[in-house]
């Protein structure tokens, strides 16, 4: 009964179990406002917690049970929070909160009194949580998120002293290296997901035969594996391991413990299942475990500094795990198990151990540290028990799980015949280093005479900093001695999780006899302590040999590097000119054109339609654009014959808009050709003609081919559209323009009802045009061209004044025929807005812009406001009879005495659009002109001056 | 019929005196005796086009139509003022030429 | 009826026009308006969202026009996000604009104003010709923005980019006349109906013409060989204008997005217009940001860059096509639009705290206050990388997913992850020297201080930025809501009949007249 | 009659035309280049009004008007840029 | 005419196109002017070239010209204008901050 | 009469605007006629600034007489000068020659440079108002003081009358 009770909680205390840790991080940034030890204190109660939590689901969890929940999330895209307890997790839950809760213990101490330890614990604790969400996701995706949780909250962690160059640059070093693994995990974690049909691991390890016959398997393999050999420190990927001791000591001791190394290793258990098995597995892993195992050992021993001999045999020991998981027997997963267990034990102890020394002498450099033996032998005591376990020294548990590795050389399958023995006696000689680094540390640290110049006298460490260690190495001597009562459970449980189809019989032992591991043992115990005692030679010899480069500064050299390169590359691919931009852009067009009519095979240029006839008029107007086009480029270093020659272009352009039926169109062209003109005219008078800039005849042989394809591209798909024919919306236009927008002129009831939409967007693009051209010239100061600048004493011909004054009042009433007629006949309030702005303008031709600005005191602005604001309303006007905005009507008048007219809204509508143009190019004109009126006052201040 | 070659005939007149006007601008020796050739194009030319158009489209609507003439009105505004700036600027370009070397 | 539609544009077309017609009344005047109108955009869009969320698409017909032959705005579920981004950046905008930015030159608040209302309406229109315009409103609006607040490197900055759009858009008009006279239409919805009855022997003409516009919204879009302008612009805008500017790629991918999925789809001829180059030309876009990234010297070019490899990721969704891929990127723009804006929003506090070295990554003042600014750089650092938990994360492996099944899938997959890595680094990199890097001796430290900050007011600039950080943890708390919509709006887009019925379904048959 | 008339008209003032452009071309000054255009835009409104006549439309006319009336700007600015750099000024 | 009409568009493009890649601010001012008349004339010839009358609804006329392009144009010519403009007081803008009138900084010329 | 200017500053240019009005409207309404007057008084006095001086137009007549006969010099002189600028062009005798001119008015003076430029065969160059001295460009020049005499006798007489000056 009680049981069941439980087993309902299960789910629920699984998924409190992972939130504890963050809701934690979050309590002890509260507490520490209130005082260190509140924050310690809160930390620890989290920890604790977790694992109490923890106590109801053991029975179940160690009887081989696997517990599931799962909340949904993003079911589609298979991100649920589903969370799974097995013995596997168990066993990491375990290490991750048993060692967590010490190293809290630990770390109030360690950690200098000025610090109120808020963003430590809170760090800690969420790196922690980080953890335990890697080992009991049972989404595989939701496994990721905790993994990069691990590496960004590590990074945070590493640099918690970032006022060290060192930390700094670990801290970015380890996020580089585990969390790019960590991408390429992504990308495996996604491919196998694909491949087993989900992300629960229920169903990926159930289907680890399809996994491994798949064609992706090997590529899902290698993407899984680097994410695990990047976590785990492996071999070429372990340096960011040693500089992350940049940390405080008690972050390594976690990280180089219980976790982050650890979540390697994990996810090799995890997916072992499904991925091992294989010859590649073997390759892979074993391989890699193996050289990493060999390397770390032999560059321990070189370390002066102890936290990095601590540091290459954390290496070299989840070598010796990997390496264990690659032999891939039954037995050797348990070994691996077996040593993530004892390692942890070990490891964090030494670095407690090694804590405690650091912060006792001040230094951590061997060669200044000596004889500490005498002055804390507690703690001496302590450390040299747990570097026996290192060292795999009988009684202690280091020495069992070697042991069973040694046991799982002699005669593994991949080594037949002559090749029996190489295995053996790659692992003895592995394990002579280890032996040697284990000695090194044990003597150079407590022994070999007196310390060096410390900065501080050293002495045991207060009771309660050493306890944890006192706990661990309890633990190192109950595990070495009783292992079977001691881990035999948790052990039996998480290999069942790792090996689903049967745990091989094993029993946890000191003794097994005197037989060949043993001897291996031995021998390398032998051979250990000589290579050790012979040790001033290898250390001269690497002194001599190695290359010296410190990896940080590698690193960031890299870094720098790449960051080089990349800007290298940069100014190559992007030169940061216009010229360049535009041409690429021609370039991309013509291919995609081009492309995207040649994949459609078979289909002709020229359409069905029959041409039409060719007249004079036609040929003339050609030969007209072809003079002005040509002209203006070849005479586009002239500035004003370019005009002249773009003029002759409008005009001709506005000639084919008469021959070819669109009078609108003509009008428009023709006064936005004259204000345009001006307008470039003004502009002129400070931009020099082509000058300074001259471009090489390659450049315009270049440009000259472009624009031709270019040309020659839009010519081409002109022609296929006119040859042929076509179905058009706009018969509906001709048919209900009178009947239903209450106008003849079609293109002006397209303008101010069918599209009015666009219409006012157009004029809302005018209206911005003349207020930006404000916005730009307002304050600017410019020098004219110096050719230009000599002007006529004439500077008003009378005869010009005189002439366009009446022109004004006649030019106006045009303007208001115009407008009024636009939507019958031609015009509009465009066309309408133009004249009357040129009508304007003229006398700011005429008379300057003295007396033209004397007299024009409008507010452009204003009625830019007014117009918009006009033409708006009359679309609101519409909301009123519940129809759309925009929506027109129109009627007849009858007044006594005078023909009937036509009102419609949409010529309100058109008396804004007026209004704007009107108002934007007399804005846009007169603040061109204030340019000129500018430096002219300018000069002629300075000269009063002077 | 009498209207059609009346109008004819202006229109015959007109283009003619066009062309003579651009035969002038293409042909005359220097600019200020090309100046003269636009003028007659302005006057006697459009006029005439002008006056065939407008009896033209008076005959079509068989009313008075004297919007044609407004083309007139302002091009007997314009000319004499485009004709004097260019004049202008020709003196002025000239002066600069001669004063330069 | 309902006008809900339309307001998104006439709110700010109408403040804008308002601001003119009062243009000499003070600067307080003006910023009120300016509020004021932002505030009835958002709730306007929120209006919209939660009315699109039904699953309807509503057509509004301007001037009561039947639908090919007049205007019509759709607001359907994609259109509804992309109005609300809009308005939420625009609030951000503005308020960051509040603290000084919008005296420092004329007419600010009205470009403001006209660029929302041609983002909103290139967003709702459902007419190509009128999505030109709009285009144009935008695109005129932020030239006048990026010109605000003066100086060399924005003339220069804004002259390449004005030209550059200039020359798009003559490309745009090209296309559209060529539409126009080949399909007879300018509708969307109407083009959808049109293109499976091309004839065969113009199949060839009427491909190639939709394959310019293709180039034109890709050009907006910033793709590979054509985005280099990206970076320089959105670096030298002022502020409020670079937040403002980070939804203006978008609108070229949303414009690709409602083409392909209305109307090239529908037709075989059609179907395979953006394969298999857009894909490829997307991983290089993501490649080129990742470079840029990695060589920027400063905070806000790492933006710039970051935006442009959203946009490469963007298009990798719309090349692959689908629901799932519409789906995946739909929730992946939300989250980079406001992720990015928020970076923007940060580097600008970062420039204002450390004087003249600005957001250079050089030694120089330590930030203060590192909790908040650091910890608000943290989560939009994270979200912006990919770095899980945040949304970032969530985009990533949704449009990774996506992928999957693509020819490219392969290089798309290495792009975002490596570019998502360089994007970490970089970040990472600079956190260590803004935030962690010891300060510069006392004396430098308090060097003149920064030339942008023209009022001390910079309130309102931080409530931007907790905005955008708030948003940003909505997006991850909410994934799950959030991830429903996108997937409801990416089924909308993948069954354009449902577009087309509701703009053409009732209206009378439709008369084509044949030419010449 | 007109159907015969137009045609030649036309010609003539094409050839007229084309006799403008070979000034523009050939110059020699800038004012005769100018001087080439004005004539060229006053032929046009010629040739307009004949197409007006044709066609029998009242729709030319505006045209035709407008070329009249704005024609002859182009002018005065390009010569008020000769004659002082500066044309409003 | 079909034929004349594509090169009269293809003649203004090239021209556009090969000013728009001149290195003075000017010549691309010049440029995009004569590319946006060839894209006006594309658009407006979109509606073909036979129609015998403008497109006004006037008692006794058929053979309309198509009125939506004509007005697609107009709504293009304005805009192109403001553009142009613009474009034009910016490069003042360029040319009085850094002295020049050279399109960008680079060595493109 | 102090109400009359404010109301109708131009009545000379009020008269051209209703002409023109009238000239362009399709039909001679009433309702035309109406809106002729509207803008004829609207116009002139919205630009009523750019007229800083009035001239008074003193015998209308008289102006009608002189717009027949430039309208006839322009028909005679068009014939001469086609067949100058047709023919050899060796027969040419171009010149600039120097009116002096005694009209004050800048309004009129520049009346009297426009018909001159009007007339084939001469262009007005430049007014010297101060020398008081019309420069004028002709094509063909027999007699230098007989054609100043012309332009003195044919235009400016008739013009001084019509404008009271
Ligand atoms: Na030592
Ligand atoms: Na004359």
């Known amino acids: 009964m009680r049981i069941d009770y439980l087993s309902d909680m299960g789910p629920l205390l699984l998924n409190l179990m992972l939130a504890i840790p963050f809701v934690g991080a979050l309590l002890v940034l509260a507490a520490a406002r209130r005082s260190r030890s509140a924050a310690a204190w809160t930390a620890a109660a989290v920890m604790a917690s977790g694992l109490v939590a923890l106590v109801p689901l053991l029975p179940a969890t160690l009887s081989g049970d696997v517990l599931t929940t799962r909340i949904p999330w993003l079911p589609e895209w298979g991100l649920d929070i589903a969370l799974r307890l097995d013995g596997l997790g168990l066993l990491f839950t375990l290490l991750i909160l048993g060692i967590g809760l010490l190293i809290i213990l630990y770390a109030a101490y360690y950690m200098p009194a000025y610090d109120r330890l808020g963003r430590f614990y809170a760090l800690l604790l969420a790196f922690a949580g980080g953890m335990l969400g890697v080992v009991l996701a049972e989404n595989t995706i939701l496994m990721l998120v905790f993994w990069e949780i691990t590496s960004l909250t590590s990074f945070l962690l590493i640099a918690y002293k970032y006022e060290a160059f060192d930390a700094r640059i670990a801290a970015r070093m380890a996020l580089a290296v585990t969390g790019g693994g960590g991408l390429a995990l992504l990308a495996g974690l996604l491919l196998l997901g694909n491949i087993a049909g989900s992300f629960e691991l229920t169903v990926i390890l159930a289907k680890g035969d399809v996994i491994r016959a798949h064609p992706y398997y090997p590529v899902v393999l290698v993407l899984v594996l680097l994410g695990a050999f990047t976590k785990s420190g492996q071999f070429p990927f372990h340096f960011w391991l040693p500089n992350a001791m940049a940390a405080p000591t008690p972050v390594s001791a976690y990280l180089h413990s219980a976790t982050m190394v650890k979540a390697g290793v994990f996810l090799l258990a995890r997916l072992y299942p499904v991925l091992s098995g294989t010859e590649l597995w073997l390759v892979l892993v074993g391989s890699t475990g193996a050289v990493t195992f060999a390397y770390g050992a032999y560059v321990a021993i070189l370390k002066h500094d102890f936290k990095g001999l601590l540091a290459y045999s954390t290496i070299s020991h989840l070598g010796l795990i990997t390496l264990l998981f690659g032999l891939d027997t039954p037995m050797s997963a348990v070994a691996a198990l077996f040593h993530i267990i004892n390692h942890a034990i070990f490891k964090a102890s030494l670095f407690m151990a090694a804590g405690i020394i650091d912060h006792e002498c001040g230094t951590r450099d061997m060669r200044r540290i000596n004889g500490m033996f005498k002055y804390m032998p507690w703690t001496a005591t302590l450390g040299i028990l747990a570097a026996g376990s290192m060292a795999g020294v009988p009684l202690l548990n280091g020495f069992l799980s070697k042991e069973m590795f040694f046991t799982e050389t002699v005669g593994h399958f991949a080594f037949q015949g002559y090749a029996t023995w190489l295995l053996p006696a790659f692992a003895t000689v592995a394990g002579v280093f280890s032996v040697a680094y284990s000695a090194r540390f044990v003597h150079d640290v407590f022994f070999n005479g007196e310390p060096v110049d410390l900065p501080k006298t050293p002495h045991e460490p207060p009771r309660w900093m050493r306890f944890p260690v006192e706990i661990l190495v309890g633990l190192v001597l109950i595990v070495g001695l009783l292992p079977q009562i001691a881990v035999g459970s948790i052990l039996q449980a998480a290999a069942g999780a790792v090996l689903p189809s049967g745990v091989p019989e094993f029993k946890l032992a000191v003794w097994h006899g005197w037989n060949l591991p043993l001897a291996m043992s031995l021998a390398a115990f032998g051979l250990g302590l000589t290579y050790y005692w012979r040790r001033q030679y290898l250390f001269g010899l690497h002194e001599k040999y190695a290359p010296k480069i410190a990896s940080p500064v590698a690193f960031e050299r890299v870094y720098r590097d790449a960051g080089r390169l990349a800007s290298w590359l940069l100014r190559v691919i992007d030169t940061r000119s216009l010229q360049r931009y535009l041409a690429t852009l021609v370039v991309f067009v013509c291919l995609l054109g081009v492309w995207a009519w040649m994949s459609l095979p078979g289909r002709p240029l020229t359409g069905p339609l029959p041409s039409t006839p060719v007249d004079g008029a036609a040929i003339a107007a050609l030969a007209g654009l072809l003079v002005g086009a040509v002209g203006t480029v070849v005479w586009h270093r002239q500035r004003l014959v370019a005009v002249i020659f773009l003029s002759v272009v409008g005009l001709v352009v506005s000639f084919a808009f008469i021959r070819f039926k669109a009078p609108d169109l003509a009008l428009t062209q023709l006064s936005v050709e004259v204000v345009t003109i001006v307008l470039l005219l003004l502009s002129l008078r400070f931009l020099p003609g082509e000058v300074t800039a001259r471009s090489s005849s390659l450049r315009k042989l270049r440009d000259g081919g472009l624009a031709l394809v270019g040309g020659a591209g839009v010519a081409a798909l002109t022609y296929a559209m006119l040859t042929r024919p076509f179905e058009t919306i706009s018969g509906y236009h001709l048919a209900n323009a009178y009947t239903g927008g209450g106008g003849t002129n079609v293109v002006n009831v397209i303008l101010v009802d069918f599209r009015g939409f666009d219409t006012l967007g157009e004029i809302a693009v005018l209206a911005m045009a003349a207020l930006g051209l404000h916005a730009l010239v307002d304050g600017l100061r410019l020098k004219p061209y110096a050719e230009s600048a000599k002007r006529d004493a004439d500077r008003h011909p009378v005869m010009l004044a005189e002439m366009m004054r009446p022109l004004l009042p006649l030019a106006l009433a045009v303007s208001v025929y115009i407008l009024l007629r636009g939507h019958n006949l031609p015009g509009g309030g465009f066309i309408a807005g133009l004249i009357a702005a040129v009508a304007f303008m003229l006398q700011y031709l005429a008379s300057g812009i003295d007396f033209a600005a004397a007299r024009m005191r409008f507010d452009y602005m204003r009625i830019l406001g007014a117009g918009l604001l006009i033409a708006t309303a009359t679309g609101l006007a519409s909301w009123l009879f519940d129809r759309p905005f925009m929506t027109s009507t129109f009627g007849y008048v009858h007044p006594p005495m005078i023909e009937k007219f036509e009102l419609a809204s949409a010529m309100v509508f058109d008396i804004g659009v007026f209004l704007v143009v009107v108002a934007s190019i007399l804005l846009a004109l007169s603040e061109l002109g204030t340019l000129s009126r500018r430096e002219l006052i300018a000069k002629s201040s300075s000269r009063e001056e002077s | ?101 | 009826m309902s006008h809900l539609p339309i307001l998104p544009v006439l709110i700010p077309f109408l403040t804008a026009g308002l601001l003119l017609a009062t243009h000499g009344m003070g600067t307080g005047f003006k910023r009120a308006v300016s509020s004021i109108s932002v505030v009835a955009l958002v709730v306007v869009s929120l209006l919209l969202l939660i009315e699109s969320g039904d699953g309807s698409i509503r057509a509004y017909r301007l001037g009561d026009w039947p639908a090919p032959f007049g205007i019509v705005l759709v607001t359907d579920r994609l259109a509804a996000i992309m109005v609300t981004l809009t308005a939420m950046l625009a609030a951000a905008a503005l308020l960051t604009a509040l603290s000084g930015t919008d005296t420092e030159g004329r007419h600010f608040h009205v470009f403001f104003h006209l660029q929302i209302a041609g983002l909103n309406g290139a967003f709702l229109t459902g007419d190509l010709f009128n999505l030109f315009v709009f285009f144009e409103i935008l695109l005129l609006a932020s030239y006048a923005l990026l010109a605000h607040g003066g100086g060399v490197t924005r003339t220069r900055a804004g002259l390449a980019y004005v030209v550059l759009n200039l020359a798009g858009s003559a490309l745009f008009l090209i296309a559209l006349g060529l539409t126009y006279g080949t399909l007879g239409t300018l509708n969307m919805a109407d083009l959808a109906r049109v293109l499976p009855m091309v004839a065969f022997g113009d199949q060839a003409l009427v491909r190639t013409t939709l394959a310019l516009l293709v180039a034109v919204f890709v050009l907006k879009a910033a793709l590979l060989p054509l985005g280099f302008w990206l970076p320089h612009v959105y670096t030298a805008a002022t502020l409020p204008v670079a937040v403002l500017f980070v939804i203006m790629t978008k609108v070229g991918i949303y414009a690709l997005l409602r083409v392909s999925t209305i109307g090239f789809v529908t037709a075989p001829f059609t179907a395979d217009l953006l394969q298999p180059w857009l894909a490829w030309l997307a991983i290089g876009t993501i490649a080129l940001g990742s470079i840029g990234a990695l060589a920027a010297a400063r905070l806000s070019v790492v933006v710039a860059n970051i935006v442009m490899i959203s946009s490469g990721t963007l298009l990798l969704g719309v090349a692959a096509g689908g629901v799932n891929a519409y789906a995946a990127m739909l929730y992946y723009l939300v989250n980079t639009t406001v992720v990015t804006a928020g970076l923007f929003l940060l580097a600008d506090r970062v420039s204002r705290q450390r004087g003249a070295v600005a957001d250079f990554f050089e030694k120089g003042p330590r930030m203060a206050g590192i909790l908040a600014t650091g910890g608000a750089y943290l989560i939009l650092a994270v979200a912006a990388s990919g770095v899980p938990p945040l949304s970032g994360f969530l985009g990533k492996i949704m449009v990774m997913q996506s992928l999957q099944e693509t020819s490219t899938a392969v290089g798309a997959w290495a792009a975002m992850l490596l570019s998502g890595f360089v994007v970490a680094l970089v970040l990472a990199r600079a956190a260590s020297r803004f935030f962690w890097e010891p300060g510069l001796p006392d004396e430098e430290a308090s060097t003149p201080e920064p030339v942008r900050q023209i009022s001390s007011n910079t309130g309102s600039t931080d409530a931007a930025l907790s905005g955008m950080i708030a948003c940003a943890i909505v997006i991850v708390l909410g994934a799950a809501p959030i991830s429903d919509y996108m997937r409801a709006t990416a089924d909308q887009l993948a069954r354009p009949a449902g577009y087309v019925e509701a703009i053409l379904g009732d209206s009378p048959a439709i008369r084509r007249e044949r030419r010449p | 009659m007109l159907n015969f008339v137009i045609p030649v008209a036309l010609a003539m003032l094409a050839i007229a035309m084309g006799l403008n452009l070979l000034r523009l071309v050939k110059g020699p000054s800038t004012p005769d280049r100018i001087l080439a255009l004005d004539t060229l835009t006053i032929n046009t409104i010629a040739v307009v009004m004949l197409i007006g006549i044709t066609a029998s439309s009242a729709a030319y006319f505006e045209a035709a008007l407008l070329i009249a009336m704005m024609g002859f700007i182009g002018t005065v600015a390009l010569c008020k840029f000769l004659l002082g750099g500066d044309i409003i000024e | 005419m079909e034929f004349l009409v594509s090169a009269a568009i293809g003649l203004l493009t090239a021209s556009g196109l090969y000013l728009i890649l001149r290195p003075t601010t000017f010549s691309v001012v010049l440029g995009l002017t004569l590319l946006s008349y060839a894209v006006n004339a594309l658009i407006f010839f979109g509606g073909r070239l036979g129609a015998s009358a403008p497109p006004l609804i006037l008692p006794g006329t058929d053979g309309h010209a198509d009125p939506l392009p004509q007005a697609l144009v107009l709504t293009a010519i304005v805009i192109g204008f403001g553009m142009t403009a613009y474009l034009v007081a910016l490069a003042l803008k360029a040319k009085g901050e850094s002295g020049n009138d050279h399109v960008d900084a680079g060595e493109e010329r | 009469m102090t109400l009359f200017p404010r109301v109708l500053p131009q009545p000379t240019i009020t008269l051209g605007i209703m002409g023109l009005w009238m000239v362009l409207a399709p039909s001679a309404s009433l309702g035309n006629l109406l809106l002729a007057v509207i803008l004829g008084v609207s116009i002139p006095w919205i630009t009523r600034s750019f007229w800083p001086d009035r001239p008074y137009l003193a015998r209308p007549l008289t102006g009608i007489v002189l717009f027949v006969r430039v309208v006839g010099d322009i028909i005679v002189a068009s014939w001469e000068v086609a067949r100058l600028v047709v023919g050899p062009l060796d027969r040419l005798k171009p010149a600039f020659i120097d009116v002096p001119i005694e009209i004050d008015d800048p309004f009129v003076a520049t009346l009297l440079a426009s018909i001159v430029s009007l007339t084939p065969g001469t262009v007005s160059v430049d007014i010297d108002r101060a020398a008081g001295i019309l420069n004028v460009h002709a094509l063909n020049v027999a007699d230098e003081a007989e054609m100043i005499a012309a332009i003195k006798r044919r235009y400016e007489a008739p013009l001084k009358r019509v404008f009271g000056c």
């Open chain 2, 1 to 101: 019929m009498i209207v059609d070659i009346v109008i004819s005939l202006l229109i015959l007149v007109g283009a003619t005196f066009a062309l003579v006007g651009s035969i002038g601008l293409a042909r005359l020796p220097d600019f200020f005796t090309r100046l003269h050739g636009p003028t007659k194009a302005t006057t006697l030319g459009v006029g005439s086009v002008v006056i065939a158009s407008l009896i033209h489209s008076g005959a079509a609507t068989g009313g008075v139509s004297l919007r044609e003439l407004a083309i007139s009105l302002f091009l007997f505004i314009t000319a004499p003022v485009s004709a004097h700036l260019l004049a202008k600027a020709a003196l002025k370009t000239r002066a600069n030429r001669s004063a330069k070397p």
